[in-house]
């Protein structure tokens, strides 16, 4: 079972905005590298958005690059996922997952369980 609880998606019209949150109790996200994906029905799980354990630093994938933003907050112990001008494509279950980068830093995959996620619907 995944230590990582997802929540904050709902249903919201185009154009509308969504923030996600990650949290965990028994460990400290701090020390991980962590990523956003999501599945919509029929398709497979796709990576959205990824931040480095090491530097903190953020990765998107095109399709949300400028929309999309990724952070930390320590104190909180919690990964967030802002999403802004919300599209029906971006109607999906939201999870996140422990992740390992490649070596460019320009794709990451996914590691450990799969919590329940959270479901984004963006419709009018």
């Known amino acids: 079972q995944s230590p990582l609880v997802e929540s904050g998606g709902g249903l919201v019209q185009p154009g509308g905005s969504l923030r996600l949150s990650c949290a965990a109790s028994?460990?400290?996200?701090?020390?991980?590298?962590l990523g956003w994906f999501r599945q919509a029905p029929g398709k497979e799980r796709e990576g959205v958005s990824a931040?480095?354990?090491?530097?903190?630093?953020?990765y998107y994938k095109d399709s949300v690059k400028g929309r999309f933003t990724i952070s930390r907050d320590n104190a909180a112990n919690t990964v967030y996922l802002q999403m802004n001008s919300l599209k029906p494509e971006d109607t999906a279950v939201y999870y996140c997952?422990?992740?390992?980068?490649?070596?460019?830093?320009?794709?990451?995959?996914?590691?450990?369980?799969w919590g329940q996620g959270t479901q984004v619907t963006v419709s009018s």
């Open positions: 931040i480095s354990g090491f530097d903190g630093g953020t």
């Open positions: 028994r460990l400290r996200l701090a020390d991980y590298a």
């Open positions: 997952a422990f992740v390992t980068f490649n070596s460019g830093y320009t794709d990451w995959s996914p590691f450990g369980s």
